[in-house]
T-cell receptor
Framework: GEDVEQSLFLSVREGDSSVINCTYT??????LYWYKQEPGAGLQLLTY???NMDMKQDQRLTVLLNKKDKHLSLRIADTQTGDSAIYFC??????????WGAGTKLIIKP | SQTIHQWPATLVQPVGSPLSLECTVE??????LYWYRQAAGRGLQLLFY??????ISSEVPQNLSASRPQDRQFILSSKKLLLSDSGFYLC????????????FGSGTRLTVV
């Protein structure tokens, strides 16, 4: 079945760039998403990328998609303390349900 | 604009007690509605989804049930809670344009004691 994998933790220094990686298995995915979950809060859609795109940039966020390797990454430039959260990668399966990764907890060091 | 409301935010219930979590959507009609559960250290697990009033699809067998009595209301229920039902429950709706993604409620932290 479909599966989405991502590392559970990432630690970066404030001001550095954060790169959160994700791999997926469903090659028919049309959209891939990055969601952010802050402590005690629901999920917030950060950005998405359509499968025919290689890159999408939105202010401090850059999404890179390598369809050949089924690899998706989220780069956060100039990481701030407010970026501390769990970041979820998700893809749309054929039945339009979202398949989620386990989430990567981004830890910001001063 | 569309909004989604979910309550309560936190809930502590004894084992064997009933459960009712409610989710309502405003600003849209005939939405696809979803209940997800998030266990600690794991991704979200789809529990139920509904494409219309009275139409419920269950993704995993479990102690929970869902109902959709009105177009913009989705309820998650249990007759008798188990300890394993503890978790973070999220309601979501999906807009017809896929690139808008899913919009989630703020979640309910359920602790069964």
């Amino acid at each position: 079945g479909e599966d989405v994998e991502q590392s559970l933790f990432l630690s970066v220094r404030e001001g550095d760039s954060s790169v959160i990686n994700c791999t997926y298995t469903d090659s028919s995915s049309t959209y891939l998403y990055w969601y952010k979950q802050e402590p005690g809060a629901g999920l917030q859609l950060l950005t998405y990328i359509f499968s025919n795109m290689d890159m999408k940039q939105d202010q401090r966020l850059t999404v890179l998609l390598n369809k050949k390797d089924k690899h998706l990454s989220l780069r956060i430039a100039d990481t701030q303390t407010g970026d501390s959260a769990i970041y979820f990668c998700a893809e749309i399966a054929n039945n339009y349900q979202l398949i989620w990764g386990a989430g990567t907890k981004l830890i910001i060091k001063p | 604009s569309q909004t989604i409301h979910q309550w309560p935010a936190t809930l502590v219930q004894p084992v064997g007690s009933p459960l009712s979590l409610e989710c309502t959507v405003e600003g849209t009609s005939n939405p696809n509605l979803y209940w997800y559960r998030q266990a600690a250290g794991r991704g979200l697990q789809l529990l139920f989804y509904s494409v219309g009033i009275g139409q419920i699809s269950s993704e995993v067998p479990q102690n929970l049930s869902a109902s959709r009595p009105q177009d913009r209301q989705f309820i998650l229920s249990s007759k008798k809670l188990l300890l394993s039902d503890s978790g973070f429950y999220l309601c979501a709706w999906r807009q017809l344009e896929p690139n808008r993604g899913y919009t989630f409620g703020s979640g309910t932290r359920l602790t069964v004691v």
